[in-house]
Protein backbone atom coordinates (compact mmCIF):
# COMPACT_ATOMS: atom_id res chain seq x y z
CA UNK A 1 0.00 0.00 0.00
CA UNK A 2 2.64 2.13 0.92
CA UNK A 3 4.30 2.04 -2.50
CA UNK A 4 1.02 2.21 -4.36
CA UNK A 5 0.34 5.41 -2.49
CA UNK A 6 4.29 6.76 -3.27
CA UNK A 7 3.48 5.71 -7.36
CA UNK A 8 0.64 7.88 -7.21
CA UNK A 9 2.20 10.56 -5.90
CA UNK A 10 4.92 9.96 -8.40
CA UNK A 11 2.62 9.78 -11.45
CA UNK A 12 1.29 12.90 -10.32
CA UNK A 13 3.95 15.23 -9.91
CA UNK A 14 5.28 14.38 -13.11
CA UNK A 15 2.26 14.59 -14.65
CA UNK A 16 1.82 18.19 -13.24
CA UNK A 17 4.88 19.29 -14.07
CA UNK A 18 5.71 17.76 -17.82
CA UNK A 19 1.73 19.55 -18.91
CA UNK A 20 1.86 22.98 -20.89
CA UNK A 21 2.45 25.66 -18.72
CA UNK A 22 3.08 29.68 -19.74
CA UNK A 23 6.41 30.43 -19.09
CA UNK A 24 7.45 27.45 -21.36
CA UNK A 25 5.41 25.45 -23.77
CA UNK A 26 6.37 21.87 -23.89
CA UNK A 27 6.40 20.08 -27.43
CA UNK A 28 4.16 18.08 -28.71
CA UNK A 29 7.12 14.92 -29.06
CA UNK A 30 7.97 15.42 -25.40
CA UNK A 31 4.31 15.49 -24.07
CA UNK A 32 3.95 12.15 -25.80
CA UNK A 33 7.16 10.72 -25.02
CA UNK A 34 6.08 11.16 -21.24
CA UNK A 35 2.31 10.31 -21.85
CA UNK A 36 3.83 7.31 -22.74
CA UNK A 37 5.74 6.68 -19.92
CA UNK A 38 3.66 7.31 -17.57
CA UNK A 39 0.99 4.78 -18.54
CA UNK A 40 3.44 2.26 -18.83
CA UNK A 41 4.65 2.91 -15.37
CA UNK A 42 0.99 3.12 -13.75
CA UNK A 43 0.54 -0.23 -16.05
CA UNK A 44 3.44 -1.98 -14.90
CA UNK A 45 3.30 -0.78 -11.26
CA UNK A 46 -0.16 -1.91 -10.83
CA UNK A 47 1.15 -5.38 -12.31
CA UNK A 48 3.98 -5.40 -9.34
CA UNK A 49 1.75 -4.62 -6.14
CA UNK A 50 -0.39 -7.56 -7.32
CA UNK A 51 2.25 -9.27 -7.57
CA UNK A 52 3.50 -8.27 -4.08
CA UNK A 53 -0.12 -9.09 -2.91
CA UNK A 54 0.07 -12.76 -4.32
CA UNK A 55 3.48 -13.40 -2.72
CA UNK A 56 5.30 -13.51 -6.34
CA UNK A 57 6.99 -10.89 -8.52
CA UNK A 58 7.71 -12.02 -11.92
CA UNK A 59 11.02 -10.93 -13.37
CA UNK A 60 9.54 -9.09 -15.90
CA UNK A 61 7.66 -6.57 -14.33
CA UNK A 62 10.49 -5.78 -12.46
CA UNK A 63 12.87 -5.32 -15.42
CA UNK A 64 10.02 -2.98 -17.66
CA UNK A 65 9.28 -1.19 -14.46
CA UNK A 66 13.13 -0.56 -13.96
CA UNK A 67 13.43 0.50 -17.64
CA UNK A 68 11.16 2.91 -17.70
CA UNK A 69 12.02 4.26 -14.23
CA UNK A 70 15.50 5.02 -16.08
CA UNK A 71 13.54 7.09 -18.43
CA UNK A 72 11.72 9.24 -16.36
CA UNK A 73 12.69 11.99 -14.38
CA UNK A 74 14.09 10.46 -10.53
CA UNK A 75 15.05 13.49 -8.70
CA UNK A 76 15.18 17.34 -8.75
CA UNK A 77 18.35 17.79 -10.69
CA UNK A 78 16.57 14.95 -13.85
CA UNK A 79 13.97 17.15 -13.66
CA UNK A 80 16.16 20.34 -13.94
CA UNK A 81 17.79 18.69 -16.84
CA UNK A 82 14.71 18.19 -19.11
CA UNK A 83 13.83 21.88 -18.34
CA UNK A 84 11.41 21.13 -15.82
CA UNK A 85 10.75 22.59 -11.85
CA UNK A 86 11.67 20.55 -9.67
CA UNK A 87 8.95 18.96 -6.91
CA UNK A 88 9.52 18.47 -3.21
CA UNK A 89 12.07 15.89 -2.17
CA UNK A 90 9.60 13.99 -0.25
CA UNK A 91 7.22 13.66 -3.46
CA UNK A 92 10.33 11.29 -5.60
CA UNK A 93 9.56 7.87 -3.88
CA UNK A 94 11.19 5.72 -6.66
CA UNK A 95 14.29 6.52 -4.87
CA UNK A 96 13.10 4.68 -1.83
CA UNK A 97 13.45 1.43 -4.01
CA UNK A 98 17.04 0.29 -4.05
CA UNK A 99 16.69 -2.46 -7.37
CA UNK A 100 20.50 -3.25 -6.83
CA UNK A 101 19.22 -4.92 -3.83
CA UNK A 102 16.66 -7.41 -5.74
CA UNK A 103 19.31 -8.13 -8.36
CA UNK A 104 21.54 -9.57 -5.53
CA UNK A 105 19.66 -11.50 -3.50
CA UNK A 106 19.29 -14.02 -5.64
CA UNK A 107 22.96 -14.80 -5.23
CA UNK A 108 23.08 -15.91 -1.13
CA UNK A 109 20.74 -17.68 1.09
CA UNK A 110 21.65 -15.74 3.99
CA UNK A 111 21.14 -12.71 2.12
CA UNK A 112 18.03 -13.56 1.15
CA UNK A 113 17.06 -14.59 4.51
CA UNK A 114 18.15 -11.90 5.98
CA UNK A 115 15.72 -10.24 2.92
CA UNK A 116 13.02 -11.49 5.22
CA UNK A 117 13.32 -8.89 7.62
CA UNK A 118 12.85 -6.17 5.52
CA UNK A 119 10.04 -4.30 6.16
CA UNK A 120 9.91 -3.30 2.21
CA UNK A 121 7.43 -5.62 0.19
CA UNK A 122 9.62 -5.66 -2.87
CA UNK A 123 12.71 -7.17 -1.31
CA UNK A 124 10.46 -9.03 0.86
CA UNK A 125 8.83 -10.50 -1.92
CA UNK A 126 11.67 -11.27 -4.04
CA UNK A 127 13.60 -13.25 -1.24
CA UNK A 128 10.85 -15.53 -0.95
CA UNK A 129 11.13 -16.28 -4.52
CA UNK A 130 14.75 -16.47 -4.31
CA UNK A 131 14.56 -19.37 -1.91
CA UNK A 132 12.08 -21.07 -3.48
CA UNK A 133 14.11 -21.35 -6.59
CA UNK A 134 17.30 -22.75 -4.46
CA UNK A 135 14.81 -25.23 -3.41
CA UNK A 136 15.96 -27.99 -1.24
CA UNK A 137 19.52 -26.00 -0.57
CA UNK A 138 17.20 -24.17 1.26
CA UNK A 139 16.28 -25.99 4.14
CA UNK A 140 18.35 -25.74 6.78
CA UNK A 141 19.22 -22.45 6.87
CA UNK A 142 15.45 -21.59 6.71
CA UNK A 143 15.63 -23.77 9.71
CA UNK A 144 18.45 -22.10 11.60
CA UNK A 145 16.61 -18.75 10.81
CA UNK A 146 13.38 -19.90 12.44
CA UNK A 147 15.37 -20.79 15.35
CA UNK A 148 16.91 -17.49 16.16
CA UNK A 149 14.10 -15.10 14.86
CA UNK A 150 12.51 -13.15 17.08
CA UNK A 151 9.52 -12.27 14.98
CA UNK A 152 7.14 -14.72 14.85
CA UNK A 153 5.54 -13.17 11.21
CA UNK A 154 9.01 -13.88 9.91
CA UNK A 155 9.04 -17.35 11.19
CA UNK A 156 5.66 -18.08 9.70
CA UNK A 157 6.65 -16.69 6.59
CA UNK A 158 9.72 -19.18 6.76
CA UNK A 159 7.73 -21.91 7.62
CA UNK A 160 5.40 -21.43 4.67
CA UNK A 161 8.55 -21.84 2.44
CA UNK A 162 9.36 -25.12 3.39
CA UNK A 163 5.62 -25.84 2.73
CA UNK A 164 5.83 -24.34 -0.50
CA UNK A 165 9.09 -26.58 -1.40
CA UNK A 166 7.20 -29.82 -0.97
CA UNK A 167 7.09 -33.28 1.40
CA UNK A 168 10.42 -33.77 1.15
CA UNK A 169 11.99 -30.59 2.58
CA UNK A 170 8.77 -30.73 4.87
CA UNK A 171 10.35 -33.99 6.11
CA UNK A 172 13.98 -32.50 6.29
CA UNK A 173 12.84 -29.77 7.89
CA UNK A 174 11.13 -31.90 10.94
CA UNK A 175 13.96 -34.25 11.35
CA UNK A 176 16.18 -30.84 11.79
CA UNK A 177 13.76 -30.46 15.09
CA UNK A 178 16.08 -31.74 18.06
CA UNK A 179 15.36 -31.99 21.85
CA UNK A 180 19.08 -30.79 22.58
CA UNK A 181 17.98 -27.35 21.31
CA UNK A 182 18.17 -24.48 23.63
CA UNK A 183 14.51 -24.13 25.06
CA UNK A 184 13.82 -20.43 23.90
CA UNK A 185 15.51 -21.94 20.01
CA UNK A 186 13.33 -25.07 20.38
CA UNK A 187 10.15 -22.56 21.40
CA UNK A 188 10.77 -20.86 18.10
CA UNK A 189 10.29 -23.82 15.93
CA UNK A 190 7.39 -25.79 17.92
CA UNK A 191 5.50 -22.37 17.16
CA UNK A 192 5.23 -22.80 13.32
CA UNK A 193 4.91 -26.57 13.63
CA UNK A 194 0.79 -26.40 13.12
CA UNK A 195 1.50 -25.27 9.47
CA UNK A 196 3.32 -28.13 8.34
CA UNK A 197 1.21 -31.16 7.45
CA UNK A 198 3.64 -34.11 8.05
CA UNK A 199 2.80 -37.62 9.21
CA UNK A 200 5.85 -37.88 12.00
CA UNK A 201 4.34 -34.37 13.33
CA UNK A 202 3.05 -35.68 16.33
CA UNK A 203 5.93 -38.44 16.80
CA UNK A 204 8.39 -35.44 17.17
CA UNK A 205 6.10 -33.45 19.31
CA UNK A 206 5.64 -36.63 21.53
CA UNK A 207 9.90 -36.15 21.42
CA UNK A 208 10.05 -32.70 22.48
CA UNK A 209 7.30 -33.40 25.33
CA UNK A 210 9.84 -35.19 26.95
CA UNK A 211 12.30 -31.82 27.50
CA UNK A 212 11.98 -31.06 31.12
CA UNK A 213 11.19 -27.29 30.11
CA UNK A 214 8.02 -25.73 31.73
CA UNK A 215 8.29 -23.62 28.74
CA UNK A 216 8.69 -25.81 26.21
CA UNK A 217 5.76 -27.84 27.97
CA UNK A 218 3.43 -24.70 27.64
CA UNK A 219 4.67 -23.75 23.94
CA UNK A 220 3.83 -27.57 23.14
CA UNK A 221 0.30 -27.66 24.70
CA UNK A 222 -0.30 -24.58 22.43
CA UNK A 223 0.79 -25.98 19.52
CA UNK A 224 -1.47 -29.21 20.95
CA UNK A 225 -4.80 -26.64 21.13
CA UNK A 226 -4.45 -26.11 16.63
CA UNK A 227 -3.97 -29.99 16.21
CA UNK A 228 -6.49 -32.79 16.16
CA UNK A 229 -6.52 -36.89 15.94
CA UNK A 230 -5.74 -39.61 18.08
CA UNK A 231 -2.42 -39.22 18.58
CA UNK A 232 -2.99 -35.54 19.80
CA UNK A 233 -5.61 -36.35 22.33
CA UNK A 234 -3.21 -38.82 23.91
CA UNK A 235 -0.25 -36.34 24.05
CA UNK A 236 -3.29 -33.71 26.04
CA UNK A 237 -4.21 -36.27 28.33
CA UNK A 238 -0.15 -37.19 29.22
CA UNK A 239 0.00 -32.97 29.83
CA UNK A 240 -2.96 -34.00 32.30
CA UNK A 241 -0.48 -35.68 34.79
CA UNK A 242 2.04 -32.92 34.25
CA UNK A 243 4.26 -31.64 37.13
CA UNK A 244 3.45 -28.49 36.47
CA UNK A 245 0.27 -27.68 38.34
CA UNK A 246 -0.19 -24.73 35.55
CA UNK A 247 -0.30 -26.94 32.44
CA UNK A 248 -2.60 -29.33 34.39
CA UNK A 249 -4.95 -27.15 34.59
CA UNK A 250 -4.55 -25.62 31.02
CA UNK A 251 -4.72 -28.92 29.43
CA UNK A 252 -8.09 -30.00 31.77
CA UNK A 253 -9.74 -26.60 30.13
CA UNK A 254 -8.63 -27.39 26.86
CA UNK A 255 -10.10 -31.00 27.08
CA UNK A 256 -13.49 -29.42 28.19
CA UNK A 257 -13.45 -26.66 24.89
CA UNK A 258 -12.64 -29.60 22.95
CA UNK A 259 -15.48 -31.42 24.36
CA UNK A 260 -13.44 -34.28 24.57
CA UNK A 261 -15.16 -37.47 25.69
CA UNK A 262 -12.11 -39.50 25.15
CA UNK A 263 -10.50 -37.90 28.60
CA UNK A 264 -13.80 -38.99 30.68
CA UNK A 265 -12.10 -42.21 32.30
CA UNK A 266 -8.88 -40.54 32.97
CA UNK A 267 -10.80 -37.28 34.38
CA UNK A 268 -12.83 -39.53 36.81
CA UNK A 269 -10.33 -41.58 38.12
CA UNK A 270 -8.24 -38.38 39.24
CA UNK A 271 -11.42 -37.28 41.07
CA UNK A 272 -12.24 -40.41 42.62
CA UNK A 273 -12.74 -41.17 46.08
CA UNK A 274 -9.81 -42.21 48.05
CA UNK A 275 -9.05 -44.03 51.45
CA UNK A 276 -7.90 -41.46 54.28
CA UNK A 277 -4.35 -42.82 53.51
CA UNK A 278 -4.00 -42.21 49.90
CA UNK A 279 -3.59 -38.45 47.95
CA UNK A 280 -5.35 -37.08 45.49
CA UNK A 281 -5.08 -34.05 43.43
CA UNK A 282 -5.48 -30.49 44.66
CA UNK A 283 -8.28 -29.19 45.75
CA UNK A 284 -8.33 -26.37 42.66
CA UNK A 285 -7.11 -29.35 39.79
CA UNK A 286 -10.40 -31.27 41.25
CA UNK A 287 -12.66 -28.56 40.63
CA UNK A 288 -11.54 -27.60 37.71
CA UNK A 289 -12.24 -31.53 36.55
CA UNK A 290 -15.91 -31.14 37.13
CA UNK A 291 -16.18 -27.87 35.42
CA UNK A 292 -14.84 -30.37 32.83
CA UNK A 293 -16.81 -32.52 33.05
CA UNK A 294 -20.02 -30.43 32.82
CA UNK A 295 -18.72 -29.04 29.55
CA UNK A 296 -18.37 -32.28 27.86
CA UNK A 297 -22.08 -33.26 28.70
CA UNK A 298 -21.92 -36.73 28.27
CA UNK A 299 -24.83 -38.55 30.42
CA UNK A 300 -22.57 -41.43 30.94
CA UNK A 301 -20.74 -39.90 34.30
CA UNK A 302 -23.60 -39.33 35.27
CA UNK A 303 -23.14 -42.03 38.03
CA UNK A 304 -19.76 -40.90 38.88
CA UNK A 305 -20.78 -37.40 39.99
CA UNK A 306 -23.41 -38.52 42.14
CA UNK A 307 -20.85 -40.76 44.02
CA UNK A 308 -18.57 -37.80 44.29
CA UNK A 309 -21.47 -35.47 45.94
CA UNK A 310 -22.93 -38.10 48.43
CA UNK A 311 -21.58 -38.66 51.55
CA UNK A 312 -19.45 -41.96 52.99
CA UNK A 313 -20.42 -43.72 55.49
CA UNK A 314 -17.43 -43.99 58.11
CA UNK A 315 -16.68 -47.51 57.86
CA UNK A 316 -15.64 -47.39 54.57
CA UNK A 317 -12.88 -45.50 55.48
CA UNK A 318 -13.36 -43.23 52.36
CA UNK A 319 -12.59 -39.19 52.44
CA UNK A 320 -15.35 -37.12 51.51
CA UNK A 321 -15.12 -34.85 48.82
CA UNK A 322 -14.66 -31.37 49.81
CA UNK A 323 -17.26 -28.92 49.46
CA UNK A 324 -15.89 -26.91 46.75
CA UNK A 325 -15.61 -30.30 44.32
CA UNK A 326 -19.30 -31.26 45.54
CA UNK A 327 -20.57 -27.62 44.58
CA UNK A 328 -18.76 -28.38 41.26
CA UNK A 329 -20.26 -31.78 40.71
CA UNK A 330 -23.80 -30.29 41.33
CA UNK A 331 -23.26 -27.69 38.63
CA UNK A 332 -22.11 -30.25 36.24
CA UNK A 333 -24.90 -32.15 36.97
CA UNK A 334 -27.41 -29.81 35.90
CA UNK A 335 -24.98 -28.66 32.50
CA UNK A 336 -25.10 -32.29 31.93
CA UNK A 337 -29.11 -32.15 31.86
CA UNK A 338 -29.68 -35.89 33.10
CA UNK A 339 -33.04 -36.68 35.39
CA UNK A 340 -30.46 -39.04 36.72
CA UNK A 341 -29.45 -36.64 38.77
CA UNK A 342 -32.90 -35.02 40.24
CA UNK A 343 -32.56 -37.53 43.36
CA UNK A 344 -28.90 -36.41 44.35
CA UNK A 345 -29.64 -32.96 44.09
CA UNK A 346 -32.73 -32.60 46.15
CA UNK A 347 -30.83 -34.14 48.85
CA UNK A 348 -28.34 -31.44 48.43
CA UNK A 349 -31.39 -28.81 48.78
CA UNK A 350 -30.38 -30.11 52.65
CA UNK A 351 -26.65 -29.91 52.79
CA UNK A 352 -25.04 -27.81 55.68
CA UNK A 353 -23.55 -25.64 52.77
CA UNK A 354 -25.19 -23.15 51.73
CA UNK A 355 -23.35 -22.88 48.56
CA UNK A 356 -23.85 -26.80 47.88
CA UNK A 357 -27.63 -26.07 48.45
CA UNK A 358 -28.08 -22.83 45.96
CA UNK A 359 -25.94 -24.72 43.32
CA UNK A 360 -28.29 -27.79 43.97
CA UNK A 361 -31.22 -25.59 43.27
CA UNK A 362 -29.68 -23.70 40.31
CA UNK A 363 -29.37 -27.10 38.53
CA UNK A 364 -32.82 -28.60 39.51
CA UNK A 365 -34.14 -25.34 37.59
CA UNK A 366 -32.15 -26.48 34.53
CA UNK A 367 -33.60 -30.20 34.54
CA UNK A 368 -37.04 -28.61 34.92
CA UNK A 369 -37.64 -27.07 31.47
Not at 3 to 20: A, L, M
Not at 319 to 341: F, H, Q, T
Not at 344 to 368: F, M, P, T, W, Y
Request: glycine fraction near 6%; hydrophobic fraction near 40%.
Amino acid sequence: LAFESKTKQKVEVIEEQVGESPEKPRSKEELKRYQELLDNFREESRNLIESIEKGEIPDKFLDRLKNIIGQLPASGKDLAQEGLPSPPEELMPVQDIDFTILEEVNQDVEVLLDSLRSRDDIVKAKAVQGLLQKGNEAVEPIFNFILDEPSLKNRKLGALIINRLGPEAIESFVNLIKPTHEPERLINVIAVIPLFSNPNIVKKVRELNLVEDNRVQHAIFSVLKKLRGENIDKLILDLVHSKDEKLQLKAVRAIGEMRGAFAIPVLLDMVKKVHFWENEPNLRLQKEIMLTLGNIKDAGIVEGLICLIKKETPFKLKRNKKDLVRIAACWALGEIGSPKGREILRRCLHDKNILVRQVARGSLEKLSF
